[in-house]
């Protein structure tokens, strides 16, 4: 994988806050929905509330398709992703705290959100530190990446694959930052994987 195509994934994923996800129903339908997310380099996360269809879809079948881009004026400015992941939900405290601490950097206006109207779980989501009994945070590990680049040629894209190994290093390389970091308010470096 070129330098150049890490930095395009890196930039699209840094530049957006909003992507949209399919999960596999029960009855086989996807269901697509938009949610707001964080990324640590590759890895993507999101807030779900625990009775949301889209996290009992994640719990039964964890692979999901993910479209990440904007609209821009000229079509040869056109650059966004489209994953294939499996998505998992995060169980380590120091994870959970190290991405909420993420999510406030991107979304900083949720540091001062408005009070939640009674037991709304999607409004809880929003909460500086969501809780973990109504809210589950997902982990999103990418194993291919569509990277869409107009600038090269009108409908241009080139195919980034991940093996377990390369998403096995990165999870691996990340973990001293969630301990390290726990509730802290340093800045967050931008992670790769290896070459």
């Excluded at 821009?72 to 939900?89: E, F, M, Q, T, W």
């Excluded at 009994?133 to 997902?138: D, R």
């Excluded at 409908?155 to 301990?179: K, N, P």
Aim: proline share 7%; charged share 25%; glycine share 6%.
């Amino acid at each position: 994988m070129s330098r150049r195509l890490k930095d395009i994934v890196i930039d699209v994923l840094n530049e957006h806050r909003i992507m949209s996800i399919s999960t596999n129903r029960p009855d086989g339908w996807p269901q697509t929905t938009l949610v707001g997310y964080v990324n640590d380099g590759f890895l993507l996360y999101c807030f779900v509330a625990r009775n949301s269809q889209k996290y009992a879809n994640i719990l039964r079948d964890p692979r999901v398709s993910i479209a990440i881009g904007s609209d821009v004026a000229d079509p040869r400015d056109i650059k966004g992703l489209s994953l294939a992941a499996k998505a998992g939900v995060v169980a380590d405290p120091a994870e959970f705290d190290y991405v909420s601490a993420l999510r406030l950097k991107r979304y900083p206006e949720y540091a001062t959100p408005s009070p939640p109207a009674g037991a709304n779980s999607d409004a809880l989501r929003i909460a500086p530190k969501p809780a973990s009994e109504k809210v589950a945070l997902l982990r999103i590990a990418p194993e291919i990446i569509s990277v869409v680049d107009y600038s090269k040629g009108f409908g241009h894209s080139d195919l980034i694959t991940f093996s377990e190994r390369d998403l096995d290093l990165h999870i691996a390389s990340l973990r001293h930052h969630w301990v390290d970091n726990r509730g802290s308010n340093t800045s967050v470096p931008q992670s790769q994987l290896p070459s």
